[in-house]
């Protein structure tokens, strides 16, 4: 075959040439693609619209220099990843199944969730969602589990006794993801990780104009409204019906994330480079979810329980005096 042409990137112009291959249609290749379609059901729109955006942002970072001729092209690589991604199989399953060998699946997964875990902030941002006035968001933790580390293993042994990264995500009634999390072993509490976070930060000196709602693991806060723990009246009941119902964005969004990305099931992966994987997961979930790319079998579970068992709250007795005022007067105004 012809040799492809030299293109230059990232590369000094005193180097010698470096050869970067150009997509080529393989049998393997085609056939990766019908196998991350049969992955995804009927959304085959959300592959092409996968290798579009990396085509437009990534290009330049995954074409390897090499003077071989047969590197995995920037395409290649993108398949190889939403195989991954979708399947949640052994990297040794998808090198069978892309042609390649598990090692080449290891550190292109691995290349590929940098670059997308990179571009996170850019695919992120506030809405107002219904049923609780002037609401932002919704936050809730949810588990990633993981194979057991090899470093400080036992931080990461959760309440139930696996081993996990404990993700905080905010989200919107679209199910875009507005603010995540991404770092934390799973021992750690979910009122901890906010507490660290830059949200928080963020939030208790610049008030927002607008609410987030949290169950009641998260403490109580002017711009944080959790439900009443018992219901005196007819109108903290409404409210917490309210907060329930519009808090099961965040259940619903954990089960397309599940159902979009099979790999969130289990890592078989550091924790390093599983933090990196579920930060490439959100990524692109929010760019098909903003192209409204459809989904198989969306979840439709059971509406969540208002506190999380096993996981009491944690915040300090007097923390949140103000946000009972000011959910004390959301329930005057609207309940």
């Not at 692109?284 to 506190?307: C, F, K, M, Q, S």
Request: hydrophobic share 40%; net charge positive.
């Amino acid at each position: 075959s012809t040799s492809a042409p030299s293109i230059p990137c990232r590369a000094s112009d005193l180097s010698p040439p470096i050869m970067l291959r150009t997509m080529s249609v393989y049998s393997h290749l085609l056939k990766g693609l019908l196998l991350v379609v049969g992955f995804l059901g009927s959304a085959r729109s959300f592959v092409a619209l996968a290798l579009r955006f990396f085509h437009l942002n990534m290009t330049c970072f995954l074409q390897h220099k090499t003077k071989r001729s047969h590197a995995l092209s920037m395409e290649e690589q993108c398949l190889i990843a939403l195989r991954f991604y979708a399947s949640g199989t052994f990297y040794q399953v998808v090198g069978d199944n892309m042609g390649v060998d598990k090692s080449t699946v290891s550190n292109v997964v691995k290349a590929v969730s940098v670059e997308l875990a990179s571009l996170v902030n850019e695919f992120r941002n506030f809405f107002l969602l219904g049923n609780m006035p002037n609401t932002i968001g919704v936050i809730d933790c949810t588990h990633v589990h993981i194979q057991a580390p090899h470093e400080r293993e036992w931080q990461y042994v959760n309440r139930k006794g696996r081993h996990s990264i404990n993700v905080q995500l905010v989200a919107n009634a679209d199910l875009i993801i507005t603010n995540c999390v991404v770092k934390w072993p799973g021992s750690v509490h979910d009122a901890r990780i906010l507490r660290e976070s830059a949200l928080y930060r963020k939030l208790q000196s610049n008030r927002p104009n607008g609410i987030i709602l949290g169950d009641s693991a998260y403490p109580l806060l002017p711009w944080l409204m959790t439900p009443f723990p018992v219901a005196n009246t007819p109108e903290q009941a409404g409210f917490n019906s309210a907060h329930c119902k519009t808090r099961c964005a965040i259940e619903r969004l954990n089960g397309v994330l599940k159902r979009r990305f099979a790999c969130r099931n289990y890592l078989r992966v550091e924790p390093k480079v599983a933090c990196n994987i579920i930060l490439a997961c959100i990524v692109l979930h929010n760019i098909a979810t903003r192209r409204n790319v459809p989904l198989d079998d969306i979840y439709d579970g059971p509406e969540p329980d208002e506190v999380q068992p096993g996981q009491p709250p944690m915040f300090a007795p007097n923390e949140g005096q103000t946000g009972h005022v000011i959910r004390d007067a959301i329930v005057r105004h609207y309940f």
